[in-house]
């Protein structure tokens, strides 16, 4: 028998066929497209999912389905006011939807615990009882785990480290109104914010960004300029890394995890923004926890850690 495992994304949707085993079978995506209705979304995905179903013998030979996606409430197979799906407004009957399309029986739960999920069964955090994950990409997602259990709260929303305020009336976050949270620093679109500020505040600096229009400076663009030895592009970094350091400083106190694992694209930034970060880390902590907590990257694959992890909601 099979499972299927989806990310659901604020940019992409990621989907594979899972074994017994853990071995994604066949993997593919297709763009969230989070500003049509969910309705084009399910028929898209169906697009391109239905077929790797009927590969593998028809719904018959599959348990179910697993989605990880932002917002989701474990308990009702919903999703719920997702901040970075701009027209998936309200309550969507996720769960619903998907059986209805492929006839098969499926769990949601939040992105970033279907990430967790997966770190803990197949990637660093194997042996590890007590962690937090911190996924960095289009925002900043998170799963807590304690005594080798998701945090799931009384609704499944439990968690949500990437909408805590780090600076009180800082930078507005566009889809909940809230200002100053970590999202809005530490994604990858809080990169590139940062940067396009720095831009603007040292007008007369020299930068190799200044050779880019604005709107193609991303994240990676700020990176590849990092590493030919642009300041601007570094402070960008240094910044992003004190930030989520301080921030992940406090995150300690409530859950006291023995490693904190960063996951996502923003990762690939290397010691660019882990060396900043770890500094931070610890010059902000508490003593009791100085020294105490490991600071690492997943080794999963991006794609998979999320997929596995929704997989394992249907084993």
């Known amino acids: 028998m099979y499972t299927i495992g989806i990310d659901v994304g604020g940019t992409n949707t990621k989907f594979g066929v899972v074994d017994k085993a853990g071995n994604i079978l066949k993997q593919d995506r297709i763009l969230t497209n989070s500003d049509q209705e969910v309705s084009f979304f399910v028929k898209n995905l169906a697009k391109k999912l239905q077929p790797m179903i009927d590969e593998f013998g028809g719904k018959n030979n599959f348990k179910g389905i697993g989605m990880g996606a932002p ?109 100053g949270t970590l999202e809005t620093y530490a994604s990858a679109t809080g990169v590139r914010e940062t940067v396009l500020e720095f831009l603007s505040e040292n007008p007369n600096e020299p930068s190799l960004l200044r050779n880019y229009k604005e709107e193609d400076i991303t994240s990676e663009v700020v990176y590849n300029c990092a590493i030919q030895g642009d300041a601007i592009a570094i402070r960008t970094f240094e910044f992003t890394g004190q930030i989520l350091g301080e921030a992940l400083a406090a995150f300690v106190l409530f859950s006291s995890p023995e490693a904190i694992v960063l996951f996502g694209g923003l990762t690939k930034a290397g010691d660019l923004l882990l060396n900043p970060t770890r500094k931070a880390m610890e010059e902000n902590i508490l003593t009791a926890f100085k020294g105490k907590v490991k600071l690492l990257v997943s080794t999963l694959k991006e794609a998979d850690a999320a997929i596995l992890g929704a997989s394992a909601l249907v084993c």
């Not at 997602?141 to 499944?156: A, F, N, T, Y």
């Open 71 to 179: 917002n989701a409430n474990y308990y009702k197979g919903t999703i719920e006011y997702a901040a970075n799906l701009k027209a998936w407004k309200g309550v969507i009957p996720m769960a619903e939807l998907m059986e209805n399309q492929f006839g098969l029986e499926t769990k949601l739960t939040n992105d970033a615990n279907a990430a967790a999920m997966g770190e803990m069964m197949y990637g660093v955090t194997k042996d590890i009882r007590h962690f937090i994950t911190i996924t960095l990409g289009t925002g900043v997602g998170s799963g807590i785990v304690i005594d080798g259990k998701i945090v799931l709260g009384c609704d499944g929303f439990a968690g949500e480290l990437g909408h805590v305020t780090v600076r009180p009336g800082g930078r507005l976050h566009k889809g909940t109104g809230m200002r």
